[in-house]
C-alpha cells in the first residue's frame, strides 16, 4: 500500500496566528513530499517540493519565509502557515513521492482544510 | 508552455449513463498522464496512468485512452452510478531535471443524477 495521512483534517485560526500541517507516508519511506494548495473550483497548485534533511524548493510566488516546510525524517513533512491572514484560508493537500514499477509515484493526502478567520 | 486543458468543465448525467471526459496536454518532455478523481473536500486518487506507449487503460468502469501523436486523452466511464460524482483531474508528468513534475489541469466536475 502507499498510504498518506494529513493533520489535522480541518482547522480554523485567528488571523495572525500560526498553523501547522503535517503530512505522514504511513507504509513506506518518503525521500521527496509535495505541498499544494487548491482554491474552491480550481486545480491544485504546487507550493513547494520538500526532500527530506534539505531545504524545501518552492515554486515562483510562493513566499518561504510565510509557509515554512520542514521534511526533518522519510516518513513526516510539516507545513506551517505564519501570521495567517484570511487570503491563505484554502485546502491545503500533500502528496509523497513512492517507487511504483519503473517510475516515481505521487500519493495524496485527504488535504486540510484551513480557515482563517 | 506547459498546459493541461479538459472538457467539458462540467457535466451532468443520469445514473447509469455513460460519459467521456476530455484533456488535451502540451506538455515536454512527455512522462506519462494519470486521471485522478477527487471527491469533494477529498485529495485526489489515482484512477489511471499511462505512459508513452500505452494507448488504453481500464480501470473497472473507468477507460482511459492516449494518443500521443495529437496529445490527447479521453477518460470514458460506463454505467455511471451516484458514488462518481467528483472531480476527474487529468495530470501530465513532465521530465524535468531527473525527476517528475506534474502538470495539472483544472479539472472536470461530475454530477451524476439519479
Known amino acids: 500500500g502507499a498510504v498518506v495521512s494529513q493533520h489535522p483534517s480541518w482547522v480554523i485560526c485567528k488571523s495572525g496566528t500560526s498553523v501547522k500541517i503535517e503530512c505522514r507516508s504511513l507504509?513506506?519511506?518518503?525521500?521527496?513530499m509535495f505541498w499544494y494548495r487548491q482554491f474552491p473550483k480550481q486545480s491544485l497548485m504546487l507550493m513547494a517540493t520538500?526532500?527530506?534533511?534539505?531545504?524545501?524548493?518552492?515554486e515562483q510566488g510562493v513566499e518561504k519565509d510565510k509557509f515554512l516546510i520542514n521534511h526533518a525524517s522519510l516518513t513526516l513533512s510539516t507545513l506551517t502557515v505564519t501570521s495567517a491572514h484570511p487570503e491563505d484560508s484554502s485546502f491545503y493537500i500533500c502528496?509523497?513521492?513512492?517507487?511504483?514499477?519503473?517510475?516515481?509515484?505521487?500519493?495524496f493526502g485527504p488535504g486540510t482544510r484551513l480557515t482563517v478567520t | 508552455k506547459n498546459q493541461v486543458e479538459q472538457s467539458p468543465q462540467s457535466l451532468i448525467i443520469l445514473e447509469g449513463k455513460n460519459c467521456t471526459l476530455q484533456?488535451?496536454?502540451?506538455?515536454?518532455?512527455?512522462?506519462?498522464l494519470r486521471w485522478y478523481k477527487q471527491d469533494t473536500g477529498r485529495g485526489p486518487v489515482s484512477l489511471t496512468i499511462?505512459?508513452?506507449?500505452?494507448n488504453t487503460k481500464s480501470n473497472g468502469r473507468y477507460t482511459a485512452t492516449l494518443d500521443a501523436d495529437t496529445k490527447q486523452s479521453s477518460l470514458h466511464i460506463t454505467a455511471s452510478q451516484l458514488s462518481d460524482s467528483a472531480s476527474y483531474i487529468c495530470?501530465?508528468?513532465?521530465?524535468?531535471?531527473?525527476?517528475?513534475?506534474?502538470?495539472f489541469g483544472a479539472g472536470t466536475r461530475l454530477a451524476v443524477h439519479p
Open positions: 520538500s526532500n527530506e534533511g534539505s531545504k524545501a524548493t518552492y
Open positions: 502528496s509523497a513521492s513512492k517507487m511504483t514499477g519503473a517510475a516515481y509515484e505521487q500519493y
Open positions: 507504509d513506506f519511506q518518503a525521500t521527496t
Open positions: 484533456c488535451n496536454y502540451t506538455v515536454s518532455p512527455f512522462s506519462n
Open positions: 499511462m505512459t508513452f506507449s500505452e
Open positions: 495530470v501530465v508528468s513532465a521530465n524535468s531535471g531527473g525527476y517528475n513534475k506534474l502538470i
